[in-house]
């Protein structure tokens, strides 16, 4: 396999490469990059979601520009790779299926040195399932209707009554305790579409197989069918133990497409939204650090307007006793737009980010909104470095605040404006993922702290 070193930004030197002499081409996330592709080629990998496409100066160049979009997926012959800015191991940790670091650290090794992001996945999913099962089918309660010879449960007797006086069959209404339910008709969907995922290793496909042997009598949802039953589940002690399992059962059904070529040779498009999964692994571990303090809502829709007409949609609305008392809004990567005056120190954030976050702030009649960020990704455009703009209104946390409240000893990159005529504090905070599993929990306590405390201060005034 012939690897393509690509920049790691927008404002690094290009580099180039021709894809008709590489069966894989190797890009990084938000990078721009120059490919000799052929029209035809260079045509459908623009019709992508994941890369666009412009033409370049010289004949037969293409410039491909990746966003937010990680994973890998093939055009004919050829495949295009898409690896994130952050550590392999802590791509694997934003997935949040409540497991220790060392859970994946196998995955992450293989994923770091082949650069396939989906079989280390679906080894991942694999071995989580397995553990989860280990412990039990899972068996529930579910209601059931049907016309039957003879009673079992109860007779429905509306259903019953508009018979007519005919006595057979009987409507018959009944509660059956089965393996036959959502979780785990969910797992077996995914295990069936990780089971035709190429190059996954030997002993993870006989795990799988294995898995669909417990899971025999258990009906298979159709992929749409089983992300819409996923969202519907409810938590609780006796099932607790399979959330891990299925949100990365989530993960492969909605980001795995798998579609035949040539015969018997499947070709598979695994695509990861790192917005989406930056905003849901801060949301639910800021939901674990402020429970019992703050409630933590996100994609909440109040509106903008006295008529109620313009609905707003901040990312995280914090509320105490009904009232809202917070909010917040996550950007993995801070917009391009207004960028400042020539000479100009860069700002924290865009200006639009600001805009966005004052609206919330005026809206939901608060003096105080944060604009929590990825560090990573958009460090190399200058933005949010420790050796620059940062450096007065980094904030470190110490034992505990003024008020008694605990705090997490831990440095945070945090920048704060202060709106004109109306005095409000836009804060903004950077969450650094280069560094270890307890580094992060550690920055995502202290973002707590920081909420809760801007969040007394809304009340206050």
């Known amino acids: 396999m012939s690897d393509v070193a690509t920049s790691t930004g927008s404002t690094a030197a290009e580099t ?22 052929d029209d035809e080629v260079a045509r459908r990998l623009g019709e992508t979601p994941w890369v666009s496409v412009a033409t370049d100066r010289e004949p ?28 392999p191991e802590n791509l694997f940790f ?8 060392e859970a994946w650290q196998a995955e992450a090794i293989d994923y770091a040195t082949t650069d396939e992001l989906l079989p280390a996945l ?17 068996h529930h309660y579910r209601h059931e209707e049907d016309d039957l010879l003879a009673l079992r449960g109860r007779i429905d007797f509306v259903r019953q009554f508009r018979r007519g006086g005919v006595l057979v069959p009987m409507a018959c209404s009944w509660d059956d305790f089965t393996a036959d339910v959502d979780e ?69 059904l909605a980001n795995c497409t798998l579609q035949d070529q040539h015969g018997d040779t499947a070709a598979s498009a695994f695509m990861v939204d790192m917005n989406q999964l930056f905003e849901q692994f801060v949301t639910s571990r800021l939901q674990r650090e402020l429970r019992g303090r703050l409630e933590v ?29 917070g909010v917040a809004d996550l950007k993995y990567k801070l917009t391009d737009s207004d ?24 809206a939901l009649g608060l003096s105080e909104g944060t604009l929590i960020y990825c560090a990573d990704v958009n460090r190399d455009e200058g933005v949010g470095r420790r050796d620059g703009f940062l450096g007065p209104d980094r904030t470190v946390s110490s034992a505990t605040d003024t008020a008694g409240e605990q705090r997490s000893a831990v440095e945070l990159d945090a920048s704060t404006i202060t709106v004109q005529h109306l005095g409000t504090k836009l804060h903004t905070v950077a969450i650094d993922l ?28």
Do not use: M
């Open 16 to 37: 180039a490469t021709d894809a008709g002499e590489n069966q894989h081409v190797l890009l990084h996330e938000w990078s721009t990059d120059r490919l000799r592709l």
């Open 60 to 87: 037969g160049w293409w410039k491909a520009s990746t966003r937010q979009w990680v994973g890998a997926f093939t055009l004919d012959d050829l495949r295009i790779i898409v690896r994130p800015k952050i550590k």
């Open 94 to 101: 934003l997935l949040e299926v409540g497991l220790p670091p």
């Open 122 to 138: 679906v080894s991942f999913f694999a071995r989580t399932a397995e553990t989860t099962l280990a412990r039990g089918l899972f």
């Open 184 to 252: 785990n008709r969910c797992l077996t969907a995914a295990i069936q579409l990780a089971l035709r995922v190429p190059d996954v290793p030997h002993d993870d496909r006989r795990r799988l197989r294995r898995l669909l042997g417990a899971l025999d009598g258990v009906a298979e949802p159709t992929a749409p069918t089983a992300l819409e039953r996923l969202d519907r589940i409810q938590y609780t002690r006796l099932n607790e133990h399979y959330r891990p399992a299925l949100q990365l059962a989530r993960l492969i």
């Open 297 to 325: 809502a996100a994609q909440l829709r109040p509106h903008l307007d006295i008529e109620e007409r313009v609905q707003i949609r901040p990312d995280l609305t914090l509320r105490s006793h009904g009232e809202t008392v």
């Open 339 to 362: 960028a400042n005056a020539a000479g100009a120190a860069a700002p924290l954030a865009r200006h639009g980010d600001y805009y966005q976050l004052l609206a919330y702030t005026t």
């Open 434 to 461: 280069s560094g270890s599993s307890s580094d992060i929990d550690a920055q995502i306590t202290a973002l707590a702290c920081h909420l809760a405390r801007s969040a007394k201060r809304s009340v206050a005034s």
